[in-house]
């Protein structure tokens, strides 16, 4: 189940949000070819990743910024991008730009933090700009948490793009994030849950101010939890569904 797009359009050009995507591909692009060469990747990202254990020591807390920008594939960039494109262009709209600009690194910090909480002696390189996406998507739940994003939905060999209310997606992703937290070893490596996790729960708290200015419970009476504008409408989605 894939987000690809929101009902939400944001009422002006969310130039940070550009800027944050080209950075982090331009970013990937300039090391891309030491994935040919493992040695020299690991000493790039044990300069530039961030590695609990290092900073449990007191050291490197540069690296809670260097790490948001790099990414650990292909993959791993594309779905980040296609999360922040969706998500960000409405969160920047309500906050402003430079606002949104330390919003998001705000809360990468934070997740990068309750990452190295939750395994301090770890010294796997720790990259991805899933933390302080995340905190744009906790944002997202509070201000807009009935707003209608596409899904599409891939059951073997049934393919279809629907709506649902974002809170749905939000706290299923949420979910999913919080047991695999609790479910895996983080030292081992692998997914960063708690940091999903935590930067989800981070972006929702910095959003609380914002969200009281609007009117806190009032914001949501006025809206029924849509987004305080005329939604966008798409046409039929023209994927067929596959049949035997």
């Known amino acids: 189940m894939f987000p690809i797009r929101d009902h939400n359009p944001s009422g002006r050009i969310p130039y940070v949000t550009y800027m944050l995507m080209a950075a982090n591909i331009g970013i990937f692009l300039s090391y891309v070819a030491l994935f040919n060469d493992p040695s020299a990747l690991n000493g790039f990202f044990f300069v530039y990743a961030a590695i609990p254990a290092r900073i449990s020591a007191g050291d490197g807390f540069g690296t809670l910024i260097s790490s948001m920008f790099l990414h650990g594939g292909w ?44 395994a301090p002696g770890s010294d796997i390189p720790t990259v991805g700009a899933s933390g302080a996406i995340a905190g744009v998507m906790g944002s997202y739940l509070l201000l807009f948490p009935k707003a209608r994003v596409d899904i599409l939905l891939i059951l073997i060999i049934f393919i279809r793009i629907f709506p649902i209310p974002a809170w749905i997606m939000l706290a299923v992703w949420f979910g999913m994030q919080f047991v695999g937290g609790i479910g895996t070893d983080v030292s081992a490596g692998g997914v960063a849950y708690w940091a999903h996790a935590g930067g989800f729960v981070a972006g929702l708290v910095l959003t609380l101010p914002l969200w009281l200015r609007r009117g806190g419970v009032g914001f949501w009476r006025r809206t029924h939890g849509h987004p305080p504008h005329p939604e966008a409408v798409y046409a039929s989605s023209r994927i067929p569904k596959v049949r035997r």
């Open 75 to 118: 993959m791993h960039l594309i779905g980040n991008m296609l999360f922040l494109w969706i998500f960000g262009d409405n969160i920047e709209d309500e906050m402003g730009h430079i606002p949104f600009l330390i919003f998001y690194l705000v809360a990468g910090i934070a997740a990068g933090l309750i990452q190295v909480i939750s």
